[in-house]
């Protein structure tokens, strides 16, 4: 394209050419089909009322990105802010009569008996212990430096001289055997 040449804007056929693209786009960022459709007509929507402001150096389709773009920015901006974290929903029942969701500043709170907890916690605590005490020393070793101790890959795979697949096959392996001490010993029924 020269220089002196614009692109132009076509709204009318937006959605037959752009929809599809725009919708992919959305998807992989957000995560949620029906909120990613909602963010393209919003983008539609946008692009209608601001076509004036289109000066024809970008292409439509790199014009119609960069409003959504600023769109799914707009939304990780509203729910990472202090009042969007209090308006996030949190589902409560997914299904049946019961089928809804609560603002998360709304979501009601135990109301157990917090030395019951206490107890209970420092009773996992030590069942955890036991069961981390009997892995095998190497897997003990592993799972400690990367689970507790977030020590990197690299770092423990040098140290024990064990390649990166090795050390997440014994991670998956000690987690494993971490689950059945702790079905054994602390969920009994």
């Not at 707009?74 to 603002?103: A, C, P, Q, T």
Request: contains cysteine.
């Amino acid at each position: 394209m020269s220089d002196n040449q614009k692109h132009t804007l076509n709204p009318e056929k937006w959605i037959d050419l752009y929809a599809d693209y725009l919708y992919n786009y959305a998807v992989t960022r957000v995560d949620d089909n029906d909120f990613a459709k909602d963010l393209v007509q919003e983008t539609f929507f946008s692009g209608l009322k601001g076509k004036e402001s289109f000066r024809g150096e970008a292409s439509e389709r790199t014009w119609l990105v960069s409003i959504l773009k600023r769109k799914i920015i707009d939304h990780y901006r509203k729910i990472n802010s202090v009042k969007g974290k209090k308006e996030v929903r949190m589902n409560f029942y997914s299904e049946g009569d019961k089928k809804g969701s609560w603002l998360e500043k709304a979501v009601p709170r135990e109301w157990g008996n917090e030395g019951d907890k206490d107890i209970e916690n420092s009773e996992l605590k030590m069942v955890l212990e036991h069961c981390i005490h009997n892995l095998p020393e190497k897997y003990r070793m592993v799972f400690l430096l990367k689970t507790i101790q977030n020590y990197e890959t690299e770092e423990i795979c040098n140290e024990l001289g064990i390649s990166t697949s090795n050390l997440w096959v014994i991670i998956h392996r000690a987690r494993l055997q971490l689950r059945k001490c702790l079905e054994e010993n602390w969920y009994k029924n």
